[in-house]
């Protein structure tokens, strides 16, 4: 579809500079005029230096252009909106106005790497009540855009807004969360993992200056 075609545009222009830059490279290499290879080379440096910069620029803003794409797609009403013979998974986050799907899990800040990390398990959970805290990284550079797409789940937190769905899967049962709060804390603001009355998902990341500038949270209230 359009998605589709527009995720793989900065891929194919990518592949086009690489192909390029390995024809101009090979052509400069059988030239048989040796004296001029000084300049050829350094026309080969610059042009090199020219890809990474693409290169890097790509990688750096992937999340804006390759968004997750989830596998399943839930829908607003807690349904598999792709295949409602598929079931609930074990952990799993689902935001579809980012077009995320990442898993959750408890454990240490390597969790991170592959997904969420579920922060308080005392303070609460979707079947139990209270207070269920996942953070997430906004923003993590890896060594190609889809990597670094992967790795930066809320890059695009700042255009969710009151009311979106957010669904939690969890003990291969759903549950659907709707934002009632937007806001920003610092990053010693340890009480929005205290625990709740209410069934509530708070989903906190860094903001875009790093975790010493602050975190951006979200409240959800479950339906």
């Excluded at 059988?30 to 790509?58: D, E, I, T």
């Excluded at 995320?100 to 899990?105: E, L, T, W, Y």
């Excluded at 003990?171 to 709060?181: C, L, S, V």
Aim: aromatic share 10%.
């Amino acid at each position: 579809g359009v998605a589709v075609i527009y995720a793989a545009t900065p891929l194919f222009f990518l592949e086009v500079l690489l192909f390029t830059f390995a024809a101009y490279t090979t052509y400069m290499l059988m030239k048989p005029q040796r004296k001029s290879l000084p300049k050829n080379y350094f026309h080969m440096l610059c042009a090199l230096l020219l890809l990474g910069g693409v290169y890097l620029l790509l990688t750096t803003l992937s999340p804006l252009w390759l968004p997750h794409t989830p596998l399943i797609t839930p829908g607003d009403d807690g349904t598999l909106g792709r295949d409602s013979k598929i079931a609930a998974q074990a952990a799993h986050l689902y935001i579809p106005e980012l077009s995320v799907s990442i898993p959750f899990a408890v454990g240490d800040a390597g969790v991170l790497e592959r997904g969420a990390w579920w922060r308080a398990p005392r303070s609460g959970n979707p079947k139990d009540g209270g207070n269920f805290v996942v953070a997430a990284h906004r923003f993590q550079i890896g060594w190609t855009p889809m990597q670094t797409a992967r790795k930066s789940p809320l890059y695009r937190i700042d255009t969710l807004a009151v009311g979106d769905t957010i669904i939690i899967d969890y003990q291969h049962e759903r549950y659907t969360y709707k934002i009632a709060t937007i806001y920003r804390v610092a990053p010693t603001a340890v009480d929005i993992e205290a625990p709740t009355n209410d069934n509530r998902l708070t989903l906190y990341t860094c903001t875009l200056g790093g975790s010493s500038d602050g975190r951006e949270v979200i409240i959800a209230k479950q339906l």
